[in-house]
């Protein structure tokens, strides 16, 4: 299997709403989005799959090595070589990747947040840095766009911390703040143990507040010269703060199920954006 088919097999598999987003780019950006889109899926499938934590940080530090390799001209992993090619062209740079690779790396170094700006620190690595490299990719051509894709990262991580508290839970991690959880009077152990109350109730519906907040300054940040450029994002942006009114529709029962958008909604957002310029 060569690169270009082992990044596309790895997009596809994941079942991500990502993959929905990239379908409508041009030939060569698609292969930059989906060979970028695969390496942040291996160093996340690290922390998510690996369960011995000092293994998971062994091979970490190898995609450190990687990355600075593939920068060197000397990748040996298809997702580096599909990736590397497409570097200079769009303006991806070793601190973008070794950036998701630290926020992974938080994933095994600590389970909770005290507040709030920790969040933010961890969603800046994870979420803000991709978008700012999807955006890149998908044509940005004014600078106050970084902006905007670093917003509508951390409203799209959010989003997924919000979709994956019970799930996160299960496998010892609370992303919720620990100032928020106290503000609320909802104890760690409830949530662990599933069990709803108006108090959770309101703190999930604080933190849907938040994101939605995210998500308007975002649309509020973004050029109006780089908007037909940004539209996979803004497809992303429809995807999501659907599944996020979803979630407030469930009145947020998320500690015992994965609230979910079909394949078929999916599709009929992204095609929106498409068609009609219109979420």
């Known amino acids: 299997m060569n690169p270009d088919q082992y990044v596309q097999d790895k997009a596809a598999s994941s079942g991500s709403s990502f993959y929905y987003a990239f379908l409508f780019l041009p030939k060569e950006r698609r292969a930059a989005i989906t060979a970028f889109y695969a ?18 940080a062994t091979k970490l530090a190898w995609w450190k090595s990687e990355v600075h390799k593939g920068f060197s001209g000397q990748s040996s992993h298809p997702v580096m070589q599909a990736l590397m090619p497409h570097a200079t062209t769009y303006g991806i740079e070793e601190r973008h990747l070794q950036g998701v690779i630290e926020g992974c790396q938080m994933d095994l170094d600590q389970t909770r947040y005290l507040d709030y700006p920790g ?18 990719i998908f044509g940005q051509t004014d600078e106050r766009t970084t902006e905007y894709a670093h917003t509508l990262g951390q409203a799209l ?11 996160d839970a299960m496998r010892g991690r609370i992303y919720l703040p620990i100032s928020d959880l106290q503000q609320f009077d909802v104890k760690a152990h409830e949530i662990t143990k599933r069990e709803y109350s108006d108090r ?12 939605h907040g995210l998500y308007d300054k975002a649309f509020a940040l973004l050029p109006d010269a780089d908007r037909r450029a940004q539209k996979p994002g803004l497809m ?4 999501y703060r659907t599944l996020l009114r979803e979630i407030e529709s469930e009145n947020f029962q998320v500690l015992h199920q994965r609230i979910s958008l079909t394949p078929l909604r999916k599709l009929w957002l992204v095609w929106k954006m498409q068609a009609l310029g219109r979420m």
């Open 39 to 56: 390496f942040c899926r291996e160093v996340d499938d690290v922390v998510d799959e690996i369960t011995d934590p000092g293994v998971a």
């Open 157 to 167: 991580q959010l989003t997924n911390i919000l979709r994956d508290v019970g799930e």
């Open 119 to 136: 969040l933010q620190r961890y969603c800046h690595l994870v979420a803000g840095v991709v978008g700012e490299v999807a955006a890149r």
């Open 200 to 211: 959770f109730t309101a703190l999930m519906r604080f933190q849907a507040e938040r994101a």
């Open 236 to 239: 992303m942006a429809s995807i």
